[in-house]
T-cell receptor, first 115, second 111 residues
Framework: DAGVIQSPRHEVTEMGQEVTLRCKLI?????LFWYRQTMMRGLELLIY????????DSGMPEDRFSAKMPNASFSTLKIQPSEPRDSAVYFC?????????????FGPGTRLTVL | GESVGLHLPTLSVQEGDNSIINCAYS??????FIWYKQESGKGPQFIID?????DKRQGQRVTVLLNKTVKHLSLQIAATQPGDSAVYFC??????????FGTGTSLTVIP
């Protein structure tokens, strides 16, 4: 298995534009996590899904952020409209267990720069 | 102006020495813990885990110790190598399936 796949790896956009980050889970995993990492705030959990259902979205900053799992192996994180303060590295992770139980396998991340 | 950010605890060790990275947790309901390693430009990677019914668990060159009395977790790396230079995170999961990552400790191995 290729591991968790994220695309794009780098994204540079202008303030106000819509940004869509994509994640493909490891086959057979049933939990999906989106994280954001910045120097200011460290690693923050944004949202996680179990069996395609959002379980905890309390970390989603505001309504500009939305995440979906259209199927069991794929997820998107959308920011609309984007702002400079959204600049960060966004990681997707998947695991076999529910919630924080079990090892989470992280993707390589998407480095987002909003100008 | 000077930027303000997280001030990660840092640890510098000589190659070949043992490293000890510490983590304090506050939630007495936490019963499962993981250590992750994050190298520059990469996502965190699982190192070792431990459940609250254990005090110690060993892996290859790594040992995790759990002291539930003082809510303290440590990661010991034996014979530290330059490839061990990274940021190390502890993560805790509660019985109600909430989980949290620590802020991380930056380890630098001096050749």
């Amino acid at each position: 298995d290729a591991g968790v796949i994220q695309s794009p790896r780098h994204e540079v956009t202008e303030m106000g534009q819509e940004v869509t980050l994509r994640c493909k889970l490891i086959s057979g995993h049933n939990s999906l996590f989106w994280y954001r990492q910045t120097m200011m705030r460290g690693l923050e959990l944004l949202i996680y899904f179990n069996n395609n259902v959002p379980i905890d979205d309390s970390g989603m900053p505001e309504d500009r952020f939305s995440a979906k799992m259209p199927n069991a192996s794929f997820s998107t994180l959308k920011i609309q409209p984007s702002e400079p303060r959204d600049s960060a590295v966004y990681f997707c992770a998947s695991s076999l267990g529910a919630g924080g139980l079990g090892e989470q396998f992280f993707g390589p991340g998407t480095r987002l720069t909003v100008l | 102006g000077e930027s303000v950010g997280l001030h990660l605890p840092t640890l510098s060790v000589q190659e070949g020495d043992n490293s000890i990275i510490n983590c304090a947790y506050s939630n007495s309901a936490s019963d499962y813990f993981i250590w992750y390693k994050q190298e520059s430009g990469k996502g965190p990677q699982f190192i070792i885990d431990i459940r609250s019914n254990m005090d110690k668990r060993q892996g290859q060159r790594v040992t995790v110790l759990l002291n539930k009395t003082v809510k303290h977790l440590s990661l010991q790396i034996a014979a530290t190598q330059p490839g061990d230079s990274a940021v190390y995170f502890c993560a805790e999961t509660t019985r109600s399936n909430q989980f949290y990552f620590g802020t991380g400790t930056s380890l630098t191995v001096i050749p």
